[in-house]
């Protein structure tokens, strides 16, 4: 992997994108889920989102190569991750996921973050631990990034972890989720981490989720694509951030955070940073990246120009493989 791994976007004049059928029909039938179970007021229709969020069980036999089994956190707040272990080498790399959602939606069982979390186990290889962490709006800023650090130290305390090397561990997510890695990652580097054992060894950021009250160019051009667009986004921004707040806030903007302005003087560790030309929140995804190269952090930028937002959910398409290979080499260069 070069050092800066930006790959130029041609100008696009499509405002959509091409997708298999197989794709447009699951994206529609998710689109459709979300939509409506969100209220105007701000709250879910919870009950029912969960009846059409298709869910996956933990398997003790081996799936792919891969186990995976259930572990509670804590139980006071429904706090657990799903643990996948991939059959063959011991002191693997651990690879601590947190799932997308817009903070509102989906879990660990969710079925495509079920899947996805298989096929990094097996193809990395590595034990990944999928974190399912409490939902806005019925949980607020800062319960997500709480519950992922507590995760962490949960990992760090006396609970044994299978054939894992928690020195070589790295935390990912997408969405969402990409935003609470970059906060445990800020997080641990502000309080120089506090861990026993657990040292986080990279960040990876697949299509984070920020935002700010500034519009974007992506934003405004890109209204016709999957999942994201200006509407949805800034209905989970409010059910996310705290009551009365904007965009500005630190949980939506990583440079309001009052830790962003010291991060120069911070260890935060290497990232690799993932964005899809069909995406809505690429211009906040490149100020993220511009961000870290200028307050002088090893960063990696990794542009799909046919991407939208999710894809690595499809494997059918070509960039879900492509991402895990670079998700590959980036363990192993930073695993040295």
């Known amino acids: 992997m070069k050092k800066d791994h930006r790959v130029s976007m041609a100008a696009e004049t499509r405002s959509t994108p091409i997708l298999p059928l197989r794709t447009r029909f699951l994206v529609a039938c998710h689109t459709f889920a979300v939509d409506y179970c969100r209220r105007s007021n701000g709250t879910v229709i919870r009950r029912l989102m969960n009846f059409l969020d298709a869910k996956s069980p933990p398997y003790a036999n081996l799936v792919n190569g891969v186990t995976s089994s259930d572990i509670t956190v804590d139980a ?15 002191m693997l790399p651990v690879i601590v996921y947190f799932h997308g959602g817009g903070f509102v939606f989906f879990s ?44 962490l130290k949960f990992l760090d305390g006396d609970f044994l972890l299978p054939k894992a090397d928690l020195s070589r561990c790295f935390v990912a997510g997408d969405s969402a989720g990409g935003n609470i890695a970059h906060q445990v990652a800020l997080r641990s580097a502000a309080s120089e981490g506090g861990f026993r054992r657990l ?128 998700v590959r080499d980036f363990i192993q260069k930073q695993s040295k």
Request: hydrophobic share 40%; glycine share 6%.
């Open 76 to 90: 006071s707040r429904n706090l657990w991750f799903r643990l996948f272990t991939p059959a063959g080498a011991d």
């Open 108 to 151: 660990a069982s969710t079925k495509p973050y079920d899947e996805f979390c298989r096929r990094l186990a097996e193809n990395i290889p590595a034990v990944v631990v999928s974190v399912n962490y409490r939902l806005a709006p019925e949980h607020r800023f800062p319960a997500q990034f709480d519950d992922a650090f507590d995760a």
């Open 199 to 326: 040292r986080i060894a990279g960040v990876i950021a697949i299509q984070p989720f920020f935002g700010g009250e500034e519009r974007t160019e992506s934003e405004l051009r890109l209204t016709r694509v999957p999942f994201v667009n200006m509407e949805r986004s800034d209905w989970m921004w409010k059910a996310f951030l705290p009551k009365g707040s904007n965009r500005s806030h630190e949980g939506a903007n990583f440079l309001s955070d009052p830790k962003s302005a010291h991060i120069s003087g911070l260890n935060f560790p290497a990232t690799l940073l993932f964005v899809g030309g069909f995406d809505p929140l690429q211009d906040w995804q490149r100020k993220y990246y511009d961000w870290l190269k200028e307050s002088g952090k090893e960063a990696y930028l990794v542009e799909y120009p046919q991407a939208i937002h999710a894809f690595y959910a499809f494997p059918e398409l070509p960039e879900a493989s492509q991402l895990i290979t670079e």
